[in-house]
């Protein structure tokens, strides 16, 4: 690769001579077979374009130039098959036409044997060759300052007198190349200059838009990345922000999740070593002029919800193991003298037996991995109020399970989940549900710390008597600081043959029952999530709120 750079840069020093003078007599002392071609060049030994004919497909590169590859073993037996072959048949030897090279522009075509290379020149887009020149001495700045000046230079040549030819896949590739030398103030600045959001009144679904939208989500997120890993929270949850506004604008544009393939992965993935070094007081945060969450992980969250989900396994993969590092089961409570103590957000989860609590629970945990609660064939098995700890410290188990006194603090995201038994199919007596019914209403109208209040409603049948019985009690008894959330589980039922694209849905008459059963019993402004823990359908959306408990 290193090689390939070296020659595309002596590729573009060679073209830019006859125009820029100096700049490419600079380019060209660095490299020695750039300097012996300048050499000849200069001597008019060579003039035309007949000896800058490219001819090797692999690496594109004027074969003129440098030596030439030994075939390998394979390559050279493949080779005398092919004469041999030729030559029973009795064919006759063709001669090879030479390849094309074209760099964005329909000119090259025209060039013919006679052109000279004042023609080559202005056949080949000026922009493109100035923004290879400084994509390959940025790559090679390690080499000393001169391939930065050189960068510099190509860089503000382009900007100032090749505008109109600028392409937004050149911009992002400086950019790219500016923020691996930690230039991160010039990237910045080209990504505002040539990257920046098209004007107001102009097609924001144009090809031309789309692309440069595109591009400018690429830059962002390689400015996130850059600084997570740098251990730079306060950067890093900016270009979050910057994610976050862009997102919007991304759907207005038209761009699918499989047309930008964002690097969310790797951003989490750096958040998380991030987070770690903060937990650790590796690093300070001393800057008070943006908000910094609980876990900066969830910035980079809030930037996916804002985009076209892509939904994938190894993001939330990722996304979980960040935002929950332990989890364990803490206490079963038949009442509120059964809850732990007070001392972080919860969030309940709430629906009739057999609609998929516990299994909606392990989902947003992580994909295939040791399941948090219990998950049983048989409706109603939750008998109690189970509460697990999320992000609790290290040994909490020990505190639990034998009572020893384990030293530490949670972490400052920590919070707790509630699955709370299913009403309806339960095998219990009628006193036993009555009991229940006061405990949650008691629970929902004391508990400080509950943020987060989750409606489970099965998406194949929409609301039955149970759920309207737990609307109505959430409209009398719920907080104003209290979020009720109605989820429509096992969305993918109500799909044949649910895939990567088609996910799940619910009836237009299901959705109907529940808005009409919503306002009702005055909880009609609740959003409303479709869910399929066997698709993973609505785990972003599920996080999102969770993020209210794990703040509090």
């Not at 001669?95 to 090259?108: C, Q, T």
Request: aromatic share 6%; hydrophobic share 35%.
């Amino acid at each position: 690769m290193r090689s390939n750079r070296i020659n595309s840069v002596v590729a573009v020093a060679l073209a830019l001579n006859y125009n820029v003078g100096d700049f490419s007599v600079t380019a060209f002392s660095l490299f020695p077979r750039g300097t012996s071609y300048l050499n000849s060049l200069h001597s008019g030994s060579i003039s035309s374009t007949s000896e800058l004919t490219f001819t090797n497909k692999s690496l594109r590169q004027p074969t003129n130039l440098f030596s030439t590859k030994k075939l390998s073993r394979p390559e050279r037996k493949a080779l005398e098959r092919e004469k041999k072959a030729a030559t029973q048949n009795g064919a006759k030897k063709k001669k090879r036409a030479p390849k094309k090279f074209e760099l964005h522009s329909n000119n090259v075509s025209e060039l013919t044997i006679n052109s000279t290379a004042d023609d080559v020149v202005k056949a080949i887009k000026r922009g493109s060759l100035l923004a290879r020149l400084a994509v390959a001495a940025l790559h090679m700045s390690n080499d000393g300052a001169a391939t930065c000046e050189i960068a510099t230079r190509a860089i503000n040549l382009r900007r100032t007198e090749y505008r109109s030819s600028m392409l937004p896949m050149e911009s992002a590739a400086i950019v790219r190349g500016l923020l691996r030398i930690s230039n991160v103030t010039d990237a910045h600045n080209i990504l505002e200059d040539e990257l920046s959001l098209p004007m107001e009144g102009t097609p924001i679904d144009s090809p031309e838009a789309q692309d440069k939208i595109k591009h400018r989500a690429y830059c962002i997120s390689s400015l996130a990345s850059r600084h997570f890993y740098e251990l730079e929270p306060v950067l890093a949850v900016k270009a979050c922000n910057m994610l976050t506004e862009l997102g919007p604008k991304v759907r207005l544009s038209g761009l699918t999740a499989e047309d930008l393939n964002m690097p969310w992965a790797r951003i989490i993935q750096g958040a998380a070593q991030c987070e770690s070094a903060r937990r650790d007081d590796s690093i300070e945060v001393d800057d008070s002029s943006i908000e910094i969450p609980c876990n900066v992980v969830y910035s980079v969250l809030t930037a996916m919800t804002s985009f076209p989900s892509q939904n994938d396994d190894e993001t939330y993969e990722a996304l979980s193991n960040a935002l929950v590092r332990r989890c364990l089961f803490v206490t079963g409570a038949v009442s509120m003298e059964g809850c732990p103590k007070e001392d972080r957000g919860e969030v309940v989860f709430i629906g009739r037996s057999n609609v998929g609590k516990s299994s909606l629970v392990n989902m947003v945990r992580v994909t295939n991995r040791k399941s948090l609660a219990y998950t049983s064939k048989r409706p109603g098995k939750t008998q109690q109020f189970n509460f697990f700890a999320v992000n609790d410290k290290p040994g909490k188990e020990k505190e639990i399970k034998y009572g020893d006194f384990v030293p530490g603090d949670k972490d400052p995201d920590s919070f707790n989940i509630l699955d709370v038994p299913g009403f309806g199919f339960a095998k219990v007596p009628q006193e036993q549900r009555k009991a229940w019914s006061d405990f949650l209403a008691q629970y929902i109208t004391t508990r400080k710390k509950l943020r987060v209040i989750f409606h489970l409603i099965d998406g194949r049948h929409g609301p039955i008597d149970e759920d309207s019985n737990i609307m109505k009690q959430v409209g009398e008894t719920k907080p104003d600081g209290v979020k009720y959330v109605i989820v429509l589980t096992k969305a993918d039922k109500n799909v044949k043959g649910p895939n990567s694209t088609n996910t799940g849905k619910v009836t237009k008459d299901v959705l109907e029952r529940v808005r009409k059963a919503a306002q009702l019993n005055n909880v009609g402004s609740a959003p409303i999530l479709l869910t399929s823990a066997e698709t993973k359908l609505g785990r972003d959306d599920i996080w999102r709120y969770m993020r209210n408990a794990a703040e509090a």
